[in-house]
């Protein structure tokens, strides 16, 4: 089985701050993805970054991007130059890749960017 | 290209009903997921169907089903109502191929208020 644990629920920064979220997992498969989601008040969920787990490299997005430790099982995110915009839950989530074809989320955590 | 849409976006019903929810994917996507985040429950898997078949289901009562149909669009039931399925009901598709799931993007949800 798989579980995800976001350990922070709520975080706050100012404007133009770098922060980071974290995630950790636990699953017995070996090949899986990992994502972060976020969720702004309009409750629209949006995909922020995708990392295969097979890869070592660690994903970027324009000003996000992710620690991936995988003998570790930890999954960060880093959100660099932080907007207003930015505001929302961000939940972090896993899926392997075949099978089950389900997401398990952790519980979120509540990001205020203060101007 | 449009994203994922669903319908209605808020309703509100009374114990015992019965309800519809909708969703249309991306074109392209053959997978539909279906998920309940109830408030201090998180985001809770209910249903996946691929191809017109349910390929996996959450641990949630039989009074939740579902379909999806030809066009891969996909209806949520939910009979006999009760106060604590009152949640945001949130749907995604993705592309399935070869046995791997690929991401899942999200559609705005449906407002599901029991009374």
């Known amino acids: 089985a798989q579980t995800v644990t976001q350990s922070q629920p709520e975080m706050s920064v100012q404007e133009a701050e770098t922060v980071t979220l974290s995630c950790t997992y636990d699953t017995s498969e070996s090949n899986y993805y990992l994502f972060w989601y976020k969720q702004p008040p309009s409750r629209q969920m949006i995909l922020v970054i995708r990392?295969?787990?097979?890869?070592?490299q660690n994903a970027t997005e324009n000003r996000f991007s992710v620690n991936f430790q995988k003998a570790a099982k930890s999954f960060s995110l880093k959100i660099s130059d932080s907007q207003l915009g930015d505001t929302a839950m961000y939940f972090c989530?896993?899926?392997?890749?075949?099978?089950?074809?389900?997401?398990?989320f952790g519980q979120g955590t509540r990001l205020t960017i203060n101007p | 290209e449009a994203g994922v849409t669903q319908s209605p976006t808020h309703l509100i019903k009374t114990r015992g009903q019965q309800v519809t929810l909708r969703c249309s994917p991306i074109?392209?996507?053959?997978?539909v997921y279906w998920y309940q985040q109830a408030l201090g429950l998180g985001l809770q898997f209910l249903l996946w169907?691929?191809?017109?078949?349910?390929?996996n289901r959450g641990n949630f009562p039989p009074r939740f089903s579902g379909r999806q149909f030809p066009n891969y669009s996909s209806e949520l039931n939910v009979n006999a109502l009760e106060l604590e399925d009152s949640a945001l009901y949130l749907c995604?598709?993705?592309?399935?191929?070869?046995?791997?799931?690929?991401?899942?993007?999200f559609g705005p949800g449906t407002r599901l208020l029991v009374l």
């Open positions: 989530a896993s899926s392997i890749i075949q099978g089950a074809q389900k997401l398990v």
């Open positions: 169907y691929d191809e017109g078949e349910e390929r």
């Open positions: 995604a598709s993705s592309a399935y191929r070869q046995g791997n799931q690929e991401t899942q993007y």
């Open positions: 074109s392209g996507h053959t997978s």
């Open positions: 990392q295969e787990a097979y890869k070592q």
